[in-house]
């Protein structure tokens, strides 16, 4: 049996207890009022790499504003690696003085000042992905250094970890930055190398269960299904997270980047943009902001969505349930041609006769619907994304 069709079937099998008892029981995941639904942000990697400085976090945070990102529910304002040079005689990091001559407090305080949060980005290791220095054997001395610089969030990559052991090379960073009583989301980035998904809940907020995402379509489609599989584990104050979005950085079609911000609001995946907000299109604005998708990916029941069936190769319906009791679906078309493509209320845990409400959440409108059933067309290379909400019953 293809791997997806075992997974439909475990799900459907699985629907009724998943819906009753969102997450597994025995995961404890952390429950310190952080990270209650997905972080939502912007992160500066995936378009500028090493290329970042002050002016550019600044015009991010501004941008964030101006383009409604913010009211949309975008907070975190994340540099990613190269900010750091060296550690001074005291053995404290420093940032770069030439790209960030006011320092990091500055920039945080700037941030801050615009109403969002500020995230910053460090190495379990010895040094950095990109050859900085790491946090290894200075764990509380750099807990403290980015409390006192105003940080709301970090990420902790694994480069350069050789002989470490994950899960307690973490866990004294989680410890590190509890110890400073400034809350701090804490967002784990060792690529699922290391099974995250095993002992991550209640060390991390967030934990990377991918290798990097590439601006492709095949590489998101890798990714959603590398991280898909390990939909038990999270909730409320963890996640899975198949890396940053890449929505408006040029690799993609329109269609297909609101098919993988849909799917990444399928899976209660962290919504970090990853583009120039500066310049970034009217299309990709709206993509980002669209309250409806967003709302799905926010829902506060907090159960990671799965995959529900593949009808044949490439053809599949992804379903989310949300708080209110109705069902985010995504019809995913992943091949070259046109299909039509549907649902019946009996795979949402319905009885077949029942009737509902069918909402299209890219088009913002009601979507005729069938008793019993909802049909539609479905793009190549794209995503139907609806909301479907049992009418009640009669009294």
């Not at 939502?40 to 504003?65: P, R, Y």
């Not at 010895?126 to 200075?138: A, D, F, I, V, Y």
């Not at 619907?369 to 609806?386: F, K, L």
Request: proline share 5%; aromatic share 8%.
């Amino acid at each position: 049996m293809h791997p997806f069709s075992r997974m439909a079937a475990l799900a459907a099998a699985l629907l009724p207890s998943l819906l009753a008892s969102p997450g597994v029981a025995q995961v404890r995941r952390l429950d310190d009022g952080l990270a209650r639904t997905p972080p939502m942000g912007w992160n500066s990697w995936n378009k500028f790499a090493c290329h970042v400085d002050e002016q550019l976090i600044e015009a991010t945070a501004d941008a964030m504003v101006s383009s409604g990102m913010r009211d949309a529910g975008y907070r975190y304002v994340v540099i990613d690696d190269c900010w750091q040079v060296y550690r001074d005689t005291a053995g404290t990091i420093v940032a770069d003085p030439q790209l960030f001559p006011h320092g990091m407090k500055a920039v945080a305080d700037y941030v801050h000042a615009k109403g969002l949060k500020f995230g910053i980005y460090t190495d379990a290791g010895t040094n950095t992905c990109q050859g900085r220095p790491g946090t290894l054997n200075h764990e509380a001395q750099d807990a403290r250094t980015y409390a006192s610089w105003g940080v709301d969030y970090v990420k902790e990559d694994w480069c350069n970890a050789r002989g470490l052991e994950a899960p307690a090379q973490y866990r004294k960073f989680h410890e590190a930055l509890v110890a400073t009583g400034r809350p701090i989301v804490l967002s784990l980035c060792e690529w699922g190398s290391n099974h995250p998904w095993e002992w991550a809940a209640g060390i991390g907020h967030l934990w990377r269960t991918t290798g990097d995402i590439e601006d492709t379509w095949a590489s998101m489609l890798a990714n959603l299904d590398a991280s898909s599989v390990h939909q038990a584990v999270a909730g409320p104050g963890g996640w899975n997270d198949p890396d940053m979005l890449e929505v408006g950085n040029g690799g993609m079609s329109d269609a297909e980047y609101r098919a993988h911000f849909s799917l990444w609001a399928i899976v209660a995946a962290p919504l970090l943009a990853g583009n120039d907000l500066r310049t970034m299109t009217a299309a990709t604005r709206d993509i980002l902001t669209n309250p409806e998708v967003i709302a799905v990916d926010q829902d506060s029941l907090g159960v990671e969505g799965w995959l529900l069936k593949q009808t044949e190769p490439g053809l599949q319906v992804w379903v989310k349930p949300l708080r209110d009791g109705s069902r985010a679906v995504a019809f995913l078309n992943r091949t070259e041609g046109a299909a039509t493509m549907g649902v019946e209320w009996s795979d949402l845990g319905w009885a077949s006769g029942a009737t509902a409400r069918v909402r299209d959440l890219w088009l913002h409108r009601d979507a005729v619907g069938g008793r019993g059933r909802y049909d539609t067309p479905v793009a190549p290379h794209t995503v139907v994304m609806v909301r479907i909400t049992p009418a009640p019953r009669a009294k």
